[in-house]
Nanobody, 124 residues
Framework: VQLQASGGGLVQAGGSLRLSCAASGRNFNNYGMYWFRQAPGKEREFVAG????????FYSDSVKGRFSISRDRAKDTMYLQMNSLKPEDTAVYYC??????????????????WGQGTQVTVSS
């Protein structure tokens, strides 16, 4: 079972990036899917989540209105569209899944698998 995160890179403040998280090895359509991020010297923090269907989406206050999470159930892939990026968005972004759907989870919750992370760097 693998979660493959991709799409990170270097972008100027105000720019956009689209992250992808592709699942392989099993189907996660009955799982909630989430993005976390971890900046140097900081704890891993919740960014966005999406329920088993696409009807329920959740965001941290710091990204609400700028980021948009989605999933393609046919491709078992999750996306994070990041707009109006700020230098404080610089971090390694990780994807993960849980059988439960949480609106504001912490890293310590029951996440079954983690992707390897993709670096996002926003220059000022």
């Amino acid at each position: 079972v693998q979660l493959q995160a991709s799409g990170g890179g270097l972008v100027q403040a105000g720019g956009s990036l689209r992250l992808s998280c592709a699942a392989s090895g099993r189907n996660f359509n009955n799982y909630g899917m989430y993005w976390f991020r971890q900046a140097p010297g900081k704890e891993r923090e919740f960014v966005a989540g999406i329920g088993r269907t696409t009807s329920f989406t959740f965001y941290s206050d710091s990204v609400k209105g700028r980021f948009s999470i989605s999933r393609d159930r046919a491709k078992d892939t999750m996306y994070l569209q990041m707009n109006s990026l700020k230098p404080e968005d610089t971090a390694v972004y990780y994807c993960t899944v849980s059988r439960n759907v949480y609106s504001a989870p912490k890293e310590s919750y029951d996440f079954a698998y983690w992707g390897q992370g993709t670096q996002v760097t926003v220059s000022s």
